[in-house]
């Protein structure tokens, strides 16, 4: 039964994905752009900033960032708490891989196009003073705060 059940499973999810899905995806696609040009809630410059300031911690392997994450959570994040930079800096020159760590992991600013994809997205989706969860880039895994947006 576990066998048929999976089988089935995946056919319907293929042939949901071809039908439903590109609609769906598209669909979402421009509600989500035209909630943020409209200025909903998080119209805070959240869709709409040019420059971003962030520190990220960069780790090849995804233990490590997960270790990175949770001295995070259970300094701060778990209660609810933003992390102090400061405080992300100490992990950041701790487990970072990247050439930043040593500064705390700080980029400074900079521009909307200059980071690459699901590093950029992260970076310019995540809320002044918020901590990113872990997430996979080509460079490996990555936790960013923001600290800032301009236009």
């Not at 949901?16 to 040009?37: M, V």
């Not at 409209?38 to 995804?62: F, M, N, P, W």
């Not at 400061?86 to 980029?107: H, I, M, N, R, T």
């Not at 997205?121 to 080509?138: C, L, R, W």
Request: glycine share 16%; proline share 5%.
């Amino acid at each position: 039964m576990g066998k048929d059940s999976k089988s089935k499973d995946s056919k319907s999810k293929d042939s949901g994905s071809k039908g439903k899905g590109k609609q769906a995806a598209g669909g979402a696609d421009e509600n989500s752009s035209k909630g943020k040009g409209k200025g909903g809630k998080s119209a805070d410059g959240l869709g709409t900033c040019t420059y971003v300031k962030a520190r990220h911690i960069l780790c090849e392997k995804q233990g490590k960032i997960n270790e990175a994450y949770k001295k995070l959570e259970d300094g701060w994040l778990s209660n609810g708490d933003k992390v102090p930079p400061a405080e992300f800096a100490k992990v950041a020159q701790e487990y970072s891989e990247c050439p930043s760590g040593k500064k705390g992991g700080d980029l400074g600013w900079f521009p909307r196009g200059k980071m690459a994809g699901p590093f950029q997205e992260v970076a310019f989706s995540t809320p002044v003073g918020a901590t990113s969860a872990p997430f996979k880039s080509t460079h490996g895994y990555h936790i960013i705060l923001s600290e800032g947006r301009k236009n």
